[in-house]
């Protein structure tokens, strides 16, 4: 899927993490980041050939598409915002349209700022710890924004772990959901 839009690349590096890590993060970007608030986000990821779900969070619901692979450093993606009170009749919509529901995440959020860098702390239930840095880039410049998201991850002593383990913690998680959570 390729999609043509104007809108900007995200860019990000990510990294499964331990319990404690988790909780010593919370305190480091508390003392050293701007603490941007927590959330609660339930996320429905829908069948097909393209990455379309939708979520609903503390604040609104939305639905969005990210174009390549899910875990791609850089996707470009698109997002319509509504009223969390449409969530359900989101998944209804796209249920009538002939799409599944192949995954649900319910995930606690922690966002800071930190050095111009989005972060994000995340326990997501039946899944995993998460740290996130991201950015948004343009087209042009990911690879540079990347390589700057590397070294600040390297700062905080965290080995980044390979594409291949998200993958296959990804699969597993796909395929037993709902035993999980």
């Known amino acids: 899927m390729s999609i ?18 988790y909780q010593n ?20 990821y829908f069948s097909g050939k393209n990455d379309l ?11 969005w598409l990210k174009s390549g692979k899910i875990h791609d450093n850089a996707r470009e993606e698109i ?19 002939g799409y599944k529901v192949e995954i649900k995440w319910f995930r606690k959020r922690n966002k800071f700022q930190w050095k111009n860098i989005k972060v994000t702390v995340d326990f997501t ?11 948004l880039s343009t087209a042009k410049n990911k690879d540079k924004v990347y390589q700057n998201l590397l070294n600040q991850f390297s700062s905080l002593k965290i080995e980044l772990t390979p594409k291949k383990e998200f993958e296959k913690k ?3 998680y796909k395929n037993n959901w709902e035993k999980l959570i």
């Open 4 to 21: 043509k839009s104007n809108q900007n690349i995200e860019v990000e590096v990510r990294s499964f993490i331990s319990k404690s890590q």
């Open 25 to 44: 993060l919370l305190d480091f970007f508390k003392k050293n980041g701007k603490f941007l608030g927590d959330d609660y986000q339930i996320t429905y």
């Open 53 to 63: 779900r939708i979520q609903k969070n503390n604040n609104f619901a939305k639905l």
């Open 79 to 97: 997002e319509v915002k509504f009223n969390r009170n449409d969530f359900d009749k989101l998944e209804k919509l796209l249920l009538a349209l």
């Open 125 to 135: 239930k039946g899944y995993a710890y998460i740290i996130e840095l991201e950015k």
């Open 170 to 172: 990804f699969n597993y």
